[in-house]
């Protein structure tokens, strides 16, 4: 059984920081890819961040670029997403998710469609 388990949400003031950890377990993870995304009140879930199966390949979505970095520690199992300079727009559930046979060492997956597994979401609130 696939669990994807998120942790590192909470409240922080604007400009502040957190990190986002998802601990994978189950099967042996080889040829996955992994993600990032958020979803807001009242909105549709939107892709943040993914980072391909050998970790070279990063993407963002514009309103993050340089300030959250996506990262993966294979001997353990978890992918984290680290969040700086933080605004109260970045308010939203987070969720963790990964696409098991990636394929390509250096493909990143954007649609939520592509993905298998998800983790169960952790909030984080941005006052102002």
């Known amino acids: 059984q696939v669990q994807l388990v998120e942790s590192g949400g909470g409240l922080v003031q604007a400009g502040g920081s957190l990190r986002l950890s998802c601990v994978a377990s189950g099967p042996t993870w080889t040829n996955y890819a992994m993600g990032w995304f958020r979803q807001a009140p009242k909105k549709e879930r939107e892709f943040v961040s993914a980072i391909s199966w050998s970790g070279a390949t990063t993407e963002y979505v514009d309103s993050v670029k340089g300030r959250f970095t996506i990262s993966k520690d294979d001997a353990k199992n978890t992918f984290y997403l680290q969040m700086n300079s933080l605004k109260p727009e970045d308010t939203a559930v987070y969720y963790c998710?990964?696409?098991?046979?990636?394929?390509?060492?250096?493909?990143?997956?954007?649609?939520?469609?592509?993905?298998?597994?998800w983790g169960q979401g952790t909030q984080v609130t941005v006052s102002s």
């Open positions: 998710a990964v696409k098991k046979a990636a394929g390509s060492l250096y493909k990143v997956f954007k649609n939520i469609y592509d993905y298998d597994y």
